[in-house]
């Protein structure tokens, strides 16, 4: 068995998987996701930090922000369509 071979069999022992790469497009994808301090100078997102605390606002954004990177790796986003952040804010 090579040394490969043995790696893999330790590692499997283990549990432990090997990193899977993610693709150009979906690493292209999560880096359109806009940054947090640009979705906060959005009019809605501006009306809601004046309606709401700030900190529970900011909760809002990480969990949709999440959701996207979680939808992106998943492959449920394919386009760069649903990134934009007009389609952010209405999510």
């Known amino acids: 068995m090579s040394i490969i071979g043995r790696a893999e069999s330790v ?31 959005r009019p809605a997102l501006e009306q809601a930090l004046g309606r709401y605390p700030k900190a529970v606002v900011m909760k809002a954004i990480h969990k949709v922000l999440d959701a996207l990177r979680a939808d992106i790796r998943a492959g449920r986003i394919e386009s760069d369509g649903e990134l934009d952040q007009e389609a952010i804010e209405e999510r």
Do not use: C
């Not at 499997?12 to 996701?33: E, F, N, P, Q, V």
């Open 11 to 41: 590692l499997k022992y283990w549990g432990i998987r090997r990193k899977d790469t993610m693709s150009d497009d979906k690493a292209r994808l999560l880096r359109m996701i806009p940054a947090v301090d640009k979705l906060l100078l």
